[in-house]
């Protein structure tokens, strides 16, 4: 099983097929793409998205079709719940083969570190973990922009309040060893079940986008 994430820096069209090609190549069962758009297409995938941004929305023009968060799956989508920006994150239960996985499709800070921005996102996230996880086997995925290891980036704080966040409901933060990583893929430490797990990177040389993408692999 295969869950991936990928910060698509808004799309160049010029670049848009190459996207779709290293896509089909890393041939994820879950992919969460940030900063995508409606003229991403994948054949024998399913898709929740958050809302389609408006022309001028929190002070930046957007393209028509741009949005901000989507999950992408090959298995069965079986509901959808409501999340607090539903401009910026999204949450789907699938069946997956180890069990009915609740994903959560995020950016943390949409204009990166900037404050109040940053907080205000972090704390909305952290009170949909409060309602949507108890209970449940939960994958968080997305751009937090946040960085585990290595520079603090933004801050200690942030990184703190994350990891503490984690351990309360018993996740594992999969990427955290990446050096220099903002896309998280954090997965319930009961649904990774001691399983043999592998990280891949691609687009490292940022030429595709300025996010390098990750998938996790679970044997």
């Known amino acids: 099983m295969k869950i991936a994430t990928w910060n698509l820096e808004r799309l160049d069209k010029n670049k848009n097929q190459l996207i779709l090609d290293k896509i089909a ?29 408006p022309n001028e929305f929190d002070q930046i023009k957007y393209k028509d079709g741009e949005n901000r968060t989507s999950i992408w799956t090959k298995y069965k989508i079986v509901e ?13 239960d699938i069946e997956t083969p180890f069990g009915l996985l ?39 995925a997305g751009d937090f922009n946040v960085m585990f290891s290595g520079f603090a980036y933004p801050s200690h704080q942030a990184r703190q309040t994350l990891n503490e966040t984690f351990e309360k409901h018993n996740l594992t933060n999969t990427t955290a060893e990446q050096i220099e990583n903002v896309d998280q893929i954090v997965l319930s430490t009961d649904f990774l079940n001691s399983r043999k797990t592998v990280i891949k990177s691609w687009n490292d040389d940022k030429k595709l986008s300025d996010h390098t993408g990750y998938c996790l692999t679970i044997e």
């Open 102 to 140: 609740r994903v959560y499709g995020t950016i943390i800070g949409v204009f990166a570190n900037k404050q109040p921005r940053f907080d205000n996102d972090l704390k909305g996230n952290i009170e949909d973990f409060e309602k949507l996880f108890p209970g449940r086997q939960v994958c968080i």
């Open 25 to 53: 190549e890393i041939n994820a069962d879950i992919f969460v793409l940030t900063e995508t758009n409606s003229a991403i297409k994948l054949d024998n995938y399913t898709c929740t998205s958050t809302e389609s941004l």
């Open 80 to 92: 959808r719940h409501n999340t607090f920006d539903n401009f910026t994150t999204v949450c789907s």
